[in-house]
């Protein structure tokens, strides 16, 4: 802490001196915003809305203020963080502490930067190594130490770092860091084939990474594996290494990709639930091909007149499509084998799957499988022209086979569905007026997602539908209806939300989610009644501040932002947002 004061004193004295410079290029500039998300929680047990924080502590606060000056090459950042019986670090408890959740200072030199505290960063997709921040669901994993990036040329720059990261788990360690070491170091550049892009643009990288385990962890681990009987016994490793490489290539329109990632040997929590050596792999390729014009028919004269030059244009369809496909066998990497859920992580596996917006579209989805899945997802957008719009959405993921099924015919393991998802929708232009229609349609794996054995395969069925109606200077109406059907999980639900713009700075929404078919497991603390989750929101957009007020009630379930997922209690109560850039 001592270090970080004097961090902040340097940062204090540097704005307050440069606030009595004459104004010049070289005066400096400072800039921040604040995020801040309060929320009183009114009890409803008919929807299990009933945990400790509507018991014991009725409301809570979560607030970040990032703080960033900038001056002859300098840049200093600070971010506050506040936590008042915060449900973020744990949805089902309450956290309270106040401190500098990210700091750092860093210096450009030509072709070298250098980074001290805090940063994020990837490499590559991220698949092996990402830190990042969402706050939405609580999690930050921002790394703490020294990182160098030096530019090669212009075309290729090598960066290295080695820290720790920052702790999510533990009240304690929610402005400490853990104590494992990671390092690492990544290459990457772009190689133009030919001139004027003829032949297209190659862009190549490769990547390692190194996590030592600390003396502590070590000891609890050998403690475990010594109770194990003898033949499931191994001996525990204090390094494990990691290793990616990846290329893209372009041309035009066209772009295919992959990534390849391996780890080293360690000690994780294999599906059996017991600590077991294993190494890892991920494979990872996409491929898109956008915007290609296609022209349906011929051109035809307009008027039967053989001396007319009026000519109909024939119909066009632009075209994309985007594919993308993975593997995973066993890539755990956390910063210690202890660690489980979205506790420190170190590697980045967002699922495999569409991210659906819809309320109850988003209802069900894929987190990835660190253990061993196979992924694809395929979408295809069609323009048919100024006014029509098609895309399609298709995802499959399914086990490995050593975590999948027993076949009782072969007396062998074999893969297992988990997830599966269509979803088609038409958009069509009518004047002022815009329609979307669409159909979703998944298979949930829910008792492996969940981790509920007691729970069947939810199979779903859902018609969409949006309609705007822009009034003109600001001013719009939008009404959006869903209805999912399931025999499975909570059963069916209907959707209807209506939303108006009375400008571009204020608007306001209601809408009503009802549990219409109601479907209760054993296990299920909920009413097996129908159930209503109404919600009611209003914005106000003034001076880069942006402000929210809203009533609603939300399901339990699983909430994802940027593809990270997990499980979230029901909500019920107000919410009120500030988002302000200064």
Not at 70 to 90: E, H, M, T
Not at 469 to 482: F, T, V, W
Not at 551 to 565: A, E, F, R, T
Request: net charge positive.
């Amino acid at each position: 802490m001592k270090l970080i004061r004097v961090f902040l004193a340097l940062l204090a004295f540097s704005f307050w001196g440069s606030s009595f410079a004459q104004k010049s290029e070289d005066q400096g500039q400072f800039s921040g915003n604040l995020l801040l998300n309060y929320q009183k929680y009114l009890r409803d047990d008919k929807i299990g809305a009933n945990t400790r924080v509507y018991l014991e502590n009725t409301a809570s606060v979560d607030a970040w203020l990032f703080m960033q000056y900038r001056i002859k090459g300098y840049n200093f950042v600070v971010r506050y963080d506040a936590f008042n019986n915060s449900p973020l670090l744990d949805p089902l408890d309450a956290y309270t502490a106040h401190g500098i959740g990210f700091w750092q200072a860093s210096k450009q030199l030509k072709d070298l930067n250098i980074t001290v505290g805090s940063f994020y960063d990837q490499f590559g997709s991220g698949i092996l190594f990402r830190a990042y921040e969402q706050r939405q669901i609580g999690i930050d994993y921002s790394m703490q130490g020294v990182r160098l990036v030096y530019d090669l040329n212009d075309h290729w720059k090598i960066k290295a770092f080695s820290g720790n990261q920052k702790g999510n788990k533990f009240a304690d360690t929610r402005f400490n860091t853990s104590p494992q070491v990671i390092s690492g170091i990544n290459l990457e550049g772009e190689v133009d084939l030919g001139m004027d892009a003829k032949y297209g643009m190659l862009n190549l990288g490769a990547s390692a990474l190194n996590r030592n385990i600390d003396r502590q962890t070590m000891d609890e681990l050998v403690s475990i594996i010594n109770s194990y009987d003898r033949e499931d016994q191994f001996y525990p490793k204090y390094n494990v290494y990691g290793f990616n490489g990846y290329a893209t290539y372009t041309k035009g329109n066209f772009s295919f990709g992959g990534e390849a990632n391996f780890k080293s040997p360690e000690a994780i929590v294999d599906f059996n639930n017991k600590l077991a050596l294993k190494n890892g792999k991920v494979f990872y390729g996409n491929l898109s091909w956008g915007s290609k014009t296609i022209k349906l028919g011929k051109p035809k004269k307009i008027s039967g007149d053989k001396n007319s030059q009026a000519i109909k244009k024939p119909t066009t369809l632009n075209l994309g499509i985007n594919i993308q496909a993975r593997h995973v066998d066993h890539f755990t990497l956390r910063t210690s084998p202890r660690e489980n859920l979205l506790n420190g992580l170190i590697s980045y596996l967002p699922s495999m799957t569409r991210q659906n917006t819809y309320r109850l579209m988003a209802r069900y989805n894929a987190p990835a499988q660190d253990l061993g899945e196979n992924g694809i997802q395929m979408e295809i957008d069609a323009k048919i022209n100024k006014s029509t719009r098609l895309s399609f959405n298709a995802s499959y993921v399914q086990s490995l086979a050593h975590n999948g099924s027993l076949d009782s015919s072969t007396n062998s393991m074999k893969p297992i569905q988990l997830f599966r998802e269509y979803n088609g929708q038409l958009i069509q232009n009518i004047g002022k007026h815009t329609l979307k229609l669409g159909l979703q349609t998944i298979y949930y794996n829910q008792a492996r997602y969940e981790q509920e054995p007691e729970y069947e395969p939810v199979h779903t069925i859902t018609p969409f539908a949006e309609w705007l109606h822009k009034i003109g200077k600001g001013k719009s109406l939008r009404i959006e209806a869903q209805y999912l059907k399931t025999d499975k999980d909570q059963g069916s639900f209907a959707n209807l939300m209506i939303e108006y713009y009375f400008s571009k700075e204020i608007s306001f929404s209601v809408g009503d989610m009802v549990n219409i078919e109601p479907h209760r497991y054993e296990r299920m603390t909920i009413e097996n009644r129908i159930l209503h989750y109404p919600t009611i929101f209003m914005s106000y957009n003034h001076n880069n501040s942006f402000y929210t007020l809203s009533y609603l009630k939300q399901q339990q379930g699983v909430n994802c932002s940027g593809g990270i997922c997990r499980e979230e209690p029901a909500f019920s109560g107000v919410r009120f947002t500030v988002s302000s850039n200064f």
